[in-house]
């Protein structure tokens, strides 16, 4: 049997590509070990941490449904998961097990990535949504020292984030969207808006400063309306596949102790995969 194995759990997990990438740095690296997914109903959560130990996990990610549901069944939880209220990565550190989240790692590592220094003379963000992405990006981004105006189609959620995160973190309402993009460095969609089989997100990008970045973080497809639209006005564009890799990444390092790199080969497979599931994606 293998020493060292992770895992994804989630219910359903059929779509993770989690298990894609990692297996993709375990034979890139020539390590040994296992990343492995399991479909966990909620209800099955309690008995699969009593034989966490046994079963010999090293750790594992975890996602849909179960994010803030394994909080309780850990020792602790680092400052981001404490931030986002929600969990996606679990590993052992003297004999505790702890849990962690790294979507704001994630979010931040591919902006830096594809936008090298966007950070010089970005000093405003406005971000659309107000639910895990949003609170990844918003996290990311208030860290960085930005000025973050949320805008969601429920303002009530995006308020509550807001007051959640405090300083430099304010919900706006959508009749405030040409000021606040005119006045904005970073435009973020964090909104299921413009995947495959949502509508787009409808927005007119005219008021946006020439030099501003709009990010998207839906990667299927993985040029959304949006990121086409804003890549034709002259915007530079970042799509979201490269906050699933970059998220990925402080995971591998603390189960398998060796940092992998996000690569333009592992790049394309995922896209190859995507786009062979995904019809007119
Ligand atoms: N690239 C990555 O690694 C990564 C990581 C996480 C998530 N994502 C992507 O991010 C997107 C959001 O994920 P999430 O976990 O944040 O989802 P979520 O918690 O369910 O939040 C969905 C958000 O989209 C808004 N929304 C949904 N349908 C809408 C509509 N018809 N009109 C206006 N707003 C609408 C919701 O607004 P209300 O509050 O008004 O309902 C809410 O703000 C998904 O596409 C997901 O795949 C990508």
Known sequence: MVSKRAFVMG??????????????????????????????????????????????????NVTVPHKTAVIPHLDSIDDAATKMGAVN?????DGKLLGGNTDAIGFLGNIDELVPGWEAGTKKAVIFGAGGATRAAAYGLQSRGLQVALCNRTLSKAQALADHFGAGVG?????????LLADCDLLVNATSLGM?????????????????????????PLETQILKTARE???RTVDGLG????????????????????????RQILIDDIRAKTPGA
Do not use: N
């Not at 990692?22 to 209800?43: A, F, M, N, T």
């Not at 919900?171 to 000021?179: I, Q």
């Open 11 to 60: 219910h359903p997990i059929a779509h993770s590509r989690s298990p894609m990438l990692h297996g993709y740095w375990l034979k890139r690296y020539g390590l040994e070990g296992s990343y492995e997914r399991l479909d966990i109903p909620p209800q099955e959560i309690d008995a699969f941490f009593a034989g966490f130990r046994d079963a010999g996990w090293i750790g594992g």
């Open 196 to 220: 495959i089989g949502q509508p787009p997100l409808d927005i007119d990008l005219s008021p946006l400063k020439k030099d501003a970045i709009v990010y998207d973080v839906v990667y299927v």
């Open 171 to 179: 919900a706006h309402k959508m009749d405030e969207l040409g000021d």
């Open 89 to 93: 990565t679990i590993w052992w550190q």
């Open 233 to 235: 006005r002259g915007h």
């Open 243 to 266: 906050m699933l890799l970059h998220q990925a990444v402080v995971g591998f390092e603390r189960w398998f102790k060796h940092k992998p790199d996000v690569t333009t080969e592992l």
